[in-house]
């Protein structure tokens, strides 16, 4: 069974947490790629940032939903959710808009293993690490190519 290893893009473009949202959005598209790493200064892999980290700074905010009870209001969203959203919708650079502690793979990883993590948690952009240091990512194109080499019975 193919692995991380076999299908990942080695040498993956990778942005910087200080770099700015536009810059970020035309390197996304120019590559014509879903998602890059993001890596500190020592190389550490901190998060990804995924088109759609960028297409959230253009929708509308919502309010958390509340419960009014004897003049006092109860949350029933999370304050914590709403404020990421909002940082996300707000956000001039890389470290505000993109997903911390992301979704890692080893090169280990099996591809249906990797696909199911894709389809199940809807992350189209894995990190391969290994020994904590960013060595690949595998994204949807990767598993699709698969299906072009894999003969028919």
């Known amino acids: 069974m193919l692995k991380a290893i076999d299908i990942m893009t080695a040498d993956p473009v990778t942005l910087a947490p200080e770099t700015d949202i536009r810059t970020a959005a035309a390197l996304l598209l120019d590559r014509k790629i879903n998602g890059a790493p ?11 940032l995924c088109q759609s980290d960028l297409v959230a700074q253009q929708k ?3 309010l958390p ?3 009014a009870m ?15 959203e909002l940082q996300k919708i707000a956000a001039t650079s890389v ?17 249906d293993e990797i696909a199911t993590v894709m389809v199940n948690e809807k992350l189209f952009t894995l990190p391969v690490v ?12 990767d598993i699709l190519r698969t299906l072009l080499t894999v003969k028919a019975p």
């Open 38 to 48: 993001v890596v500190d200064a020592q190389g550490r892999l901190v998060g990804v």
């Open 60 to 62: 509308q905010v919502t």
């Open 65 to 67: 939903s509340v419960f």
């Open 70 to 84: 004897l003049d006092g209001f109860i949350a029933l969203s999370s304050r914590d959710d709403f404020e990421r």
């Open 95 to 111: 470290a505000q808009a993109m997903t911390a502690s992301p979704r890692t793979v080893s090169p280990q990883t099996p591809i």
């Open 130 to 141: 290994d020994s904590g240091r960013l060595v690949g990512v595998v994204g949807k194109e």
